[in-house]
């Protein structure tokens, strides 16, 4: 048995929910929100070398995963793996990215069902940004 964290009341360590209060997991000293995330203790350029991020806050804002490999729902890096991404070499579902493997993507370089890019693109509705702005 253990103290809530919130009231204080005594409760069994394995309790999901405080039947006194409500509070989600009181046994533990902290808890920020449910879902999985994880950082290496290895930087590089003030970025985590691998953020792994599936996790909400107790307000439902998502924790973006922001590091030089990044994989989450929301990511931001130079390798990303996420549903929603911004990196250099990306695969994602909506993606901007240098590189992209995706559902929807802006890029330089894309393989994508529909896109936009920059050099070179495929996919099944991928057009050049280049044909957006005919000069003539």
Same mark, same amino acid.
């Not at 204080?8 to 509070?23: D, L, M, N, Y």
């Given at each position: 048995?253990?103290?809530?964290?919130?009231? %204080?009341?005594?409760?069994?360590?394995?309790?999901?929910?405080?039947?006194?209060?409500?509070?989600?997991?009181?046994?533990?000293? %902290?808890?920020?929100?449910?879902?999985?995330?994880?950082? /290496?203790?290895?930087?590089?350029?003030?970025?985590?070398?691998?953020?792994?991020?599936? %996790?909400?806050?107790?307000?439902?804002?998502?924790?973006?995963? %922001?590091?030089?490999?990044?994989? #989450?729902?929301?990511?931001? #890096?130079?390798?990303?793996?996420? $549903?929603?991404?911004?990196?250099? !070499?990306?695969? /994602? $579902?909506?993606?901007?990215? #240098? @590189?992209? !493997?995706? $559902? @929807?993507?802006?890029?330089? /370089?894309?393989?994508?069902? @529909?896109?936009?890019?920059? $050099?070179?693109?495929?996919?099944?509705?991928?057009?050049?940004? #280049?044909?957006?702005?005919?000069?003539?």
């Amino acid at each position: 048995m253990k103290p809530c964290r919130e009231c %204080k009341h005594e409760i069994s360590e394995q309790a999901f929910t405080c039947p006194h209060c409500g509070a989600p997991y009181p046994a533990k000293e %902290k808890w920020d929100g449910p879902g999985f995330e994880w950082k /290496s203790k290895t930087m590089m350029f003030g970025l985590p070398l691998i953020h792994v991020s599936f %996790k909400f806050r107790t307000n439902r804002v998502p924790v973006p995963a %922001k590091g030089i490999i990044a994989i #989450g729902q929301f990511a931001f #890096g130079f390798i990303v793996i996420s $549903q929603f991404g911004i990196g250099v !070499l990306s695969i /994602s $579902q909506f993606t901007v990215a #240098g @590189f992209a !493997l995706a $559902q @929807f993507a802006f890029g330089y /370089s894309i393989i994508a069902q @529909f896109g936009l890019y920059l $050099q070179e693109g495929h996919g099944q509705m991928v057009k050049s940004l #280049g044909d957006f702005f005919v000069f003539r």
